[in-house]
């Protein structure tokens, strides 16, 4: 079975800390992707990575950076975290190019909560 | 621009109800990708089914089937004889080739005693 872990369930932080949100995969995917998740607007897609140090914006990439410096893991991080960030967040992996059959079938995470106060 | 809806915010059920959910897709692309996951109270997101563009084969799982119409862009969700753990937030999506998905808001569903 394919295993996304998020390292913490959840979290307080304080007005401008640094946060880091970290997610390892055990299935060897490609791909990468951190989501954050608010009642009413669904699933909005951060960052995601298709391969180690490679990154591409989401939907909403302002206020957060990722990092993938290894391939089974991605990391989310908050430079100074605002309110406005309180919120669930899902990181997920995918099989990327090298596996047809599955195409881009995404495994999640069972998701973070940060509260930010 | 691909865009996935999913009209319905919340939908309540008594035990043993059937239910569909429905999902609206849009997009360009001649070959993709519909998915269903669902989201119980824990958080993570389980995947449920993908079905490829060119598979319009409906497709049952136990209490679950899909009805896929490509004339529609319609991809529903039907729970046979719901029982309380089916409660959870459904989500559908829609991918092309390895680009990431899209996915709607979400179906929350109740199913009570």
């Known amino acids: 079975d394919v295993k996304v872990t998020q390292s913490s369930r959840y979290l307080v932080k304080r007005t401008g800390e640094k946060v880091f949100l970290e997610c390892v995969q055990d299935?060897?995917?490609?791909?990468m992707f951190w989501y954050r998740q608010d009642p009413g607007l669904g699933l909005r897609l951060i960052y995601f990575?298709?391969?180690?140090?490679?990154?591409e914006k989401g939907d909403i990439p302002e206020g957060y950076s990722v990092s993938r410096e290894k391939k089974e893991r991605f990391s989310l991080i908050l430079e100074s975290a605002s309110t406005n960030q309180t919120s669930m967040y899902l990181c997920?992996?995918?099989?990327?190019?090298?596996?047809?059959?599955?195409?881009?079938?995404?495994?999640f995470g069972e998701g973070s909560w940060l509260t930010v106060v | 621009a691909q865009k996935v809806t999913q009209a319905q915010t919340e939908i309540s059920v008594v035990e043993k109800e059937d239910v569909t959910l429905d999902c609206v897709y849009e997009t360009r692309d001649t070959t993709y990708y519909l998915f269903w996951y669902k989201q119980p109270p824990s958080g993570e997101l389980v995947f449920l089914i993908r079905r490829n563009s060119f598979d319009e084969q409906n497709e049952i799982s136990g209490r679950y089937s899909w009805n896929f119409q490509k004339s529609t862009s319609s991809f529903n969700f039907t729970i046979t004889a719901s029982q309380v753990v089916d409660s959870a937030v459904y989500f559908c999506?829609?991918?092309?080739?390895?680009?990431?998905?899209?996915f709607g808001k979400g179906t929350m569903l109740l199913v009570s005693p």
């Open positions: 997920a992996s995918s099989w990327g190019y090298r596996d047809t059959a599955s195409g881009n079938t995404i495994y």
């Open positions: 990575s298709y391969d180690v140090k490679m990154k």
């Open positions: 299935m060897d995917h490609e791909n």
């Open positions: 999506a829609q991918g092309s080739g390895y680009s990431t998905l899209t």
